[in-house]
């Protein structure tokens, strides 16, 4: 029996183009993390591995969209909060003195829950990123603009209505365009919190298909309370409980093998 | 891309940002030397606006507190006035004076105001609801001895002498435009899935809004009705035609009476160095209960206004 609290093994080297024992992208390290008095994340260690999609479970409150939030450092706007260890982007410390958050941010988009389309029209929402991180250059983003929504399987759709407001749009529609937005600022690193929970099945399938496109470019890490949807896409999935990371195992091990009792009992559905 | 062999060793650089994000992040940072500059700026004026918002209500407690502090004292509380050029005496009177009427106004006003505020945001597009959310704003933009105007010809005039009613339907009818719009404001927080939650087990649409919806906004509606007592107490103007102001305590509601701000208007305006005291104690005073009120409007909202969430 093992410890209920114990060490997260590695199992298995990570499928895919990875040299077994290369860090990953991004590495948390012995990371903790409070709410006021409220701890909500217990020295998670964890290595995300570049150019797969890593999906985050868990039942709500579990701490995995507290961990997703602290990639980008948006955890730290909320006031009362504070955290130990830390976690590396690239081998860089984010939380080291002198790191900028905005240039944190750009390297490491985000997709939330809810759609957030700004109450501009599509071009300016995706021109966004581009225009504010020194892009001046108006064919430029055009070319991004473009670029963004291809690969965000958008640009057949809205081509022609560009300068339309971007809230006229279905609710599928306003997630690929957030999706966008973030693409449009070349992440190394996209950061999805349950982006398909609000969405009907063709259109959560839609974005599946195109997270799995992107991650021949990009790292994608998913928050999703959706077990077939992290069993469908990911690569590695971790299951985290009351703020504890239990188990990081491919997907396939951890679906069909665990090796915490928990995460079986989380897995197949007996409780959570 | 080299050859399928080599994909096995996989190459490093695959797991590397590709050209395209180098580049960007290279452009980003060639920008963040300036945005940070521009931000501390930006920053810096938003401290300096709040700071100078502050300054004129600092200077005024300070010299509030230097001029006034050394007259208040318990006879400040519990005597009356003196005749003119004795010296001592206090505003107990003005202070019973102020009390009773602003609390007889909001007895009137609050009732009047609330229902006012949730009807606004209840029945936001009827017509009715859009007139008189448009006189609202009239009204609270209406100076005060206008106000005070209105109540003479109304209830003084007619009457043929002042009286404390009068006056605290003045304040009363100040009152009920601003409590009309914080509520309505405040009600408006309420999000629209709690109402439909009601009304999905069967609440009547006016049963929703008095028990759901004010009942969840209340917090709101209390610290808006406070901020408005607080600022009624300090009204002369509405008074002046209609409390007139009494040397002499009275609990008559219907006989003029005197208010603090009243009280300190004909003191500040006398040639006697006592009353002159007394009119900044009295300034300092009324300050002090303003600044009470606002404080008691804090403690409601505190944590109590949270509709729960993830």
């Known amino acids: ?272 | 891309m080299s050859g399928r062999a080599e994909v096995m060793v996989a190459p490093p650089e695959n797991s590397r940002p590709s050209q395209r994000q180098r580049s960007t992040a290279t452009r980003t940072a060639k920008t963040l030397r300036r945005r940070r500059l521009v931000n501390s700026f930006m920053v810096g004026v938003l401290v300096l606006s709040a700071v100078l918002a502050t300054v004129p209500l600092v200077f005024i407690l300070l010299y509030l507190l230097k001029a006034g502090l050394s007259s208040v004292n318990l006879a400040f509380f519990i005597k009356t006035p003196k005749p003119p050029g004795e010296v001592g005496g206090g505003m107990y009177n003005a202070i019973v004076g102020t009390l009773m009427m602003v609390g007889m106004a909001s007895v009137l006003g609050m009732p009047v105001g609330i229902g006012a505020g949730l009807y606004l945001s209840e029945r936001k597009g009827a017509k009715l609801a859009n007139v008189v959310r448009f006189l609202a704003d009239v009204l609270n933009g209406l100076p005060s001895i206008v106000m005070g105007i209105f109540a003479w010809q109304l209830l003084v005039k007619p009457i043929g002498h002042f009286s404390a009613l009068a006056g605290a339907a003045a304040l009363a009818a100040m009152m009920i435009p601003m409590v009309t719009r914080t509520t309505e404001e405040m009600v408006s927080l309420v999000p629209t899935s709690l109402r439909e939650a009601a009304l999905a087990l069967g609440y009547s649409r006016a049963r929703t809004a008095l028990t759901v919806v004010l009942r969840t906004a209340t917090a709101g509606i209390v610290t808006g009705a406070l901020v408005v007592v607080a600022r009624i107490a300090g009204e002369t103007a509405p008074l002046l035609f209609t409390a007139l102001g009494n040397q002499f305590t009275s609990y008559n509601v219907s006989q003029p009476m005197s208010a603090m701000p009243l009280q300190i208007y004909i003191y500040a305006q006398s040639p006697y160095d006592d009353w002159i005291k007394q009119a900044w104690a009295g300034s300092l005073v009324l300050i002090t209960l303003v600044l009470l009120i606002s404080l008691a409007a804090r403690f409601a909202t505190r944590g109590r206004f949270d509709l729960g969430g993830d």
């Open chain 1, 1 to 272: 029996m093992t410890d209920v609290i114990g060490p997260v093994t590695m199992t298995e080297p990570p499928t895919g183009p990875m040299i077994p024992g290369t860090p990953g992208i991004l590495q948390a390290r012995n990371y903790s993390f409070w709410y006021g008095e409220k701890q909500a994340l217990f020295e998670v260690d964890l290595d995300i591995h570049a150019r797969s999609i890593t999906a985050f479970i868990g039942p709500s409150g579990c701490g995995k969209s507290t961990f997703l939030r602290s990639i980008n450092r948006l955890n730290e706007t909320i006031l009362g909060t504070r955290h130990t260890g830390e976690i590396l982007l690239d081998g860089a410390d984010i939380y080291e003195k002198g790191t900028d958050v905005v240039a944190l941010r750009q390297r490491a988009g985000m997709v939330f829950q809810r759609w957030n389309c700004f109450p501009k029209s599509i071009y300016d929402n995706i021109a966004f990123g581009p225009r504010i991180n020194g892009e001046t250059n108006r064919g430029v983003v055009d070319g991004i603009v473009e670029s963004a929504l291809r690969r965000a399987a958008l640009w057949d759709e809205v081509k022609d209505r560009l300068r339309q407001s971007a809230t006229g749009l279905s609710g599928g529609q306003q997630q690929r365009l957030c999706i966008a937005r973030a693409l449009a600022n070349d992440p190394e690193v996209l950061l999805l919190d349950e982006p398909c929970s609000a969405l009907d099945p063709i259109a959560t399938q839609r974005i599946e298909e195109l997270l799995v496109e992107l991650k021949r470019e990009l790292t994608v890490v998913i928050v999703t309370h959706n077990l077939q949807q992290a069993a469908r896409v990911s690569d590695r999935t971790a299951f985290f409980f009351v703020g504890r990371l239990i188990e990081y195992a491919p997907t396939d091990q951890l679906f069909t093998s665990p090796r915490e009792e928990r995460t079986e009992a989380y897995v197949t559905g007996r409780f959570g």
